[in-house]
């Protein structure tokens, strides 16, 4: 490897592997799970049918979905150890602290946690989905003093994930909207968390240990951090009329602005109109005009002044706000949406595994030695 080695930071650029679990093209401005856009999947499948797309490449059958959303709903108890997690950590630990701690918990209670086993990884993960809503309602009502509401299994995955936070059935439209999230959120090729995933299952650790490092790497604001982020830059501005004054601080700062911009999209993150369209939907629901104007605000003058435009986390923080959900939640509901796609790309990796170590230009000091040291010392 000579100096004039080009070096991609960031792996800008770099196409890594083949996948065959979703396509974003550019181009086109579109994201295909599995051959199917991501619109048609949000608008005609519920999330529960979408995770089984993802892991097993076609749509379930009808016996096939009905035993995989047997199986999720019999999981969905979070249990007295789970349960003292959440109690036990601190109330100021960042939620995907807890969620990352509780799928470290998981890990520790299965004695096949090393399986390769498609259909046993498929059964770990389902497990996941089925507890983790149960930790981010918990953790929400936890720390508001509230007591855990149990499961309830003649409900499906987006309304019960609302009971057991709110504890009341959702509005059809509020289910929807949420529901429509989680299958936006579920899958997006090689970003930096599945890609995490991927590392650590190229080494042959575990399941848990794969979905343990993706949620380190999710957490931050440049990645799925930043929903949470875009709720708090609403806080800050207030509202539609601020907008001017914020960006011209936040720029003049050098500062980035959350929820816009992305790696591989850069005319618009194709999931954007199908997000802000339910967003809009709990808009009208909750007769909240405010949230619009400053949505369209800050868009219209961000992009009108960089060109950047906004990706997935921007319609999606109001919408959850909207929905009744603490900001510090946003990102472990990412999570409990991508462990659909980090368990559909472990497998892959495990299927066609190659170690996976880059190589790196070396550009410190030239070779040196230890003063008085000698070959027979
Ligand atoms: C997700 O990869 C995925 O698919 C991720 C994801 C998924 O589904 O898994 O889509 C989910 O993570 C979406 C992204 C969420 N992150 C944010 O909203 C954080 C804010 N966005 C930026 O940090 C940024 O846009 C990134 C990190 C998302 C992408 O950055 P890149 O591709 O590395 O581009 P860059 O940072 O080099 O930006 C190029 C230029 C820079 O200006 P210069 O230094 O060249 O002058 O554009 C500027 C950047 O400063 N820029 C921004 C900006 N995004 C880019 N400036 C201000 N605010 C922004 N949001």
């Avoid at 619109?39 to 995989?68: H, I, K």
Wanted: net charge negative.
């Amino acid at each position: 490897m000579s100096d004039s080695t080009e070096i991609r930071k960031g792996l800008v650029g770099v196409v890594a592997d083949t996948t065959a679990v979703s396509k974003v093209n550019v181009e086109t401005n579109s994201l295909l799970y599995r051959g199917y856009p991501v619109q048609e999947l949000a608008a005609m499948c519920s999330f529960e049918e979408v995770v089984n797309l993802l892991w097993r490449g076609d749509l379930a059958t009808p016996d096939e979905l009905a035993r995989s959303i047997a199986r999720e709903r019999s999981h969905r108890e979070l249990g007295d150890r789970l349960m003292g997690v959440i109690e036990r950590l601190p109330d100021e630990s960042h939620p995907m602290d807890v969620v990352r701690t509780a799928v470290s918990v998981m890990g520790g209670e299965d004695p096949t946690a090393w399986s390769d086993d498609p259909e046993e990884i498929r059964d770990k993960a389902l497990i996941l989905i089925a507890k983790i809503p149960a930790v981010v309602a918990y953790i929400q009502r936890h720390r508001r003093g509230l007591p855990m509401i149990a499961p309830r299994d003649d409900l499906g995955y987006a309304a019960n994930f609302l009971w057991m936070t709110f504890g009341e059935e959702p509005p059809e439209v509020v289910r929807k909207a949420f529901d429509v999230s989680m299958t936006l959120y579920a899958e997006h090729s090689f970003n930096a968390s599945t890609f995490t995933a991927r590392v650590v299952t190229s080494t042959l650790s575990d399941y848990y240990s794969a979905i343990v490092a993706a949620i380190g790497a999710l957490k931050g604001p440049l990645h799925g951090g930043a929903n949470e982020a875009v709720m708090r830059t609403f806080d800050e501005i207030g509202s539609a009329d601020n907008v001017v004054p914020w960006l011209d601080d936040a720029l003049a700062h050098k500062r980035k602005i959350m929820g816009f911009g992305h790696r591989v999209y850069k005319r618009g993150d194709s999931r954007v109109p199908t997000m802000k369209a339910a967003l809009d939907t709990l808009i009208a629901h909750y007769d909240r005009p405010d949230i619009a104007a400053l949505y369209d605000a800050l868009e219209a003058e961000f992009v009108g002044r960089k060109g950047i435009y906004p990706n997935l986390d921007y319609p999606s923080g109001p919408a959850y706000h909207l929905m009744g959900f603490d900001t510090e939640l946003f990102t472990p509901i990412f999570v409990a949406s991508r462990i659909a796609g980090w368990t559909a790309h472990i497998q892959e990796q495990l299927a066609h595994n190659a170690l996976i170590r880059p190589l790196s230009l070396y550009d410190g000091p030239a070779e040196r030695h230890i003063d008085g040291y000698t070959a027979d010392a």
